[in-house]
C-alpha cells in the first residue's frame, strides 16, 4: 500500500506583510516553503533509513509502555512487536505517542524487563506507518548471534525473519530467501574488506549484481583507510560517479577506488542506520547495505503535492498556511540479493 508523508508550514497575515518592509526578509511565505521542502526531503530520507528493530527496551508504566535507552528511531503509527529474550510476546501494537526515548503503545500481552546492565527486550517494526525502511528489507535472519539478541525467533508483517513457527519462513535456498547478514551479536568492530566480500560473494551467488554499496561517513573514511594502505600507483586523478545529481565522494583512480569499491558505487549518507551494543544504550558505527537496485524501487503513486489555504475562517486565524506531501512506497521484488554489514564500531 502506498504511504503519504506529509510536510505542513504556515505564516501569519502579519509576518507576510512587515517582513516585506524595509530591512525584512522578503516573501516570508516563499522563505517557509523552501524550509519545508528541505524538511520533507530529510523526512523521506530518513524514513528509508529507519532500523527495523530498536534494542534494550527497558520497562515503562506497564503493559502500554517502553523506554528506549538508546533513543527511539521509530515513528507514532508504527506497529511493532515485543521481543522479550528471543520470544514475541506480544504482536502487532500500533504506538500512539513517543516522548524523548519514552514510547506509548497499545496493550501488550507481555512488559518489557526491568532496565539492567545486558537487556533483552527489543521492538521490532512489524508495518510502517510510512515509507518501508531498507533495514526493512534487509532484516536480521537465523539466530541472535547475527544481530541484536532477542530478533530471530519472530515473523512480521514483513516476514523477513527465519522463523519455524512460520509457514512463510523465508529460509536459504528458496524463491523467498532473506538477506545475508553479517552482525556480531551487538558487539562492535572494526571494518574489513572480507566482511564486505562475503557480502558481495552471497549476492553474486544467489544470482544478483550489485549496483551500490550504502554507508555512513564513519565507515566511508574507515573504507577509504583501508583502500589507502594497499594502493599502489604513478599517477591520481579524481573522479566520481553518479545517477543525476546522486553522486558520490570524489575518489582516487587507482587500482582500488576510493569512490567505487570492486566497481560498486558508494553512496554515504549521514541517516543510515546504526546498530546498538548488546548491552546498554549505546549507539555503535552505521551499518553498511550491499544493494542490488534492479530488485528495489521507490513506487510512487503521487508525486509531491503543493497545497495552499488561505481560508481564514476554516483556520480561525489570519494566518496562510501550506502543505507538502508525497504518496508513495519503497518495495523489494527479491530480498536474497542484498546484505547487511551491522555491528560495527565507529
Not at 504556515?10 to 516563499?30: F, R
Not at 503503545?105 to 532496565?115: I, K
Not at 512480521?156 to 528458496?174: C, E, H, I, N
Request: aromatic share 6%; net charge negative.
Amino acid at each position: 500500500m502506498p504511504k503519504i508523508v506529509s510536510t505542513s508550514f504556515g505564516a501569519s497575515v502579519k509576518a507576510m506583510y512587515t517582513a516585506q518592509l524595509e530591512g525584512g526578509v522578503g516573501d516570508v511565505l516563499a522563505l517557509e516553503n523552501e524550509n519545508a521542502q528541505l524538511d520533507h526531503i530529510k523526512e523521506l530520507n530518513q524514513e528509508l533509513l529507519l532500523p527495523n528493530t530498536v534494542a534494550n527496551i527497558a520497562a515503562g508504566s506497564g503493559a502500554t509502555d517502553a523506554n528506549v535507552t538508546a533513543g527511539t528511531d521509530l515513528r507514532i503509527g508504527d506497529t511493532i512487536q515485543l521481543v522479550d529474550a528471543g520470544a514475541a510476546t506480544a504482536n502487532n501494537v500500533a504506538i500512539s505517542a513517543i516522548s524523548g526515548t519514552d514510547v506509548t503503545l497499545g496493550t501488550m500481552s507481555g512488559t518489557p524487563a526491568a532496565g539492567t546492565s545486558t537487556v533483552a527486550d527489543n521492538l521490532s517494526v512489524t508495518a510502517r506507518a510510512g515509507l518501508t525502511s531498507i533495514d526493512d528489507i534487509v532484516q536480521i535472519i537465523n539466530s541472535a548471534s547475527q544481530g541484536n539478541a532477542g530478533v530471530q525467533s519472530m515473523g512480521s508483517a514483513y516476514d523477513l525473519t527465519v522463523s519455524t513457527a512460520s509457514s512463510k519462513q523465508r529460509t536459504s535456498g528458496s524463491w523467498n530467501a532473506a538477506a545475508a547478514v553479517k552482525g556480531n551479536s551487538g558487539v562492535g568492530r572494526d571494518l574489513s574488506l572480507n566482511l564486505l566480500d562475503d557480502c558481495i560473494q552471497s549476492i553474486r551467488t544467489n544470482g544478483g549484481e550489485p549496483k551500490l554499496i550504502l554507508m555512513g561517513h564513519d565507515q566511508y573514511f574507515k573504507l577509504e583507510r583501508l583502500l589507502n594502505s594497499q594502493q599502489r600507483y604513478m599517477g591520481q586523478e579524481e573522479y566520481q560517479v553518479g545517477v543525476g545529481s546522486e553522486k558520490t565522494f570524489p575518489g582516487t583512480r587507482t587500482g582500488l577506488v576510493l569512490a567505487t569499491y570492486q566497481g560498486i558505487p558508494i553512496l554515504p549518507d549521514a541517516d543510515t542506520t546504526k546498530s546498538e551494543a548488546a548491552s546498554g544504550g549505546s549507539k555503535l558505527g552505521s551499518n553498511i547495505y550491499v544493494l542490488d537496485t534492479d530488485y528495489l524501487e521507490i513506487a510512487v503513486a503521487q508525486p509531491t503535492q503543493y497545497i495552499e489555504n488561505r481560508d481564514y475562517f476554516a483556520a480561525d486565524a489570519l494566518v496562510v498556511r501550506g502543505l507538502l506531501y508525497t504518496m508513495a512506497e519503497f518495495r523489494a521484488y527479491r530480498f536474497d540479493v542484498h546484505a547487511k554489514i551491522q555491528d560495527l564500531s565507529t
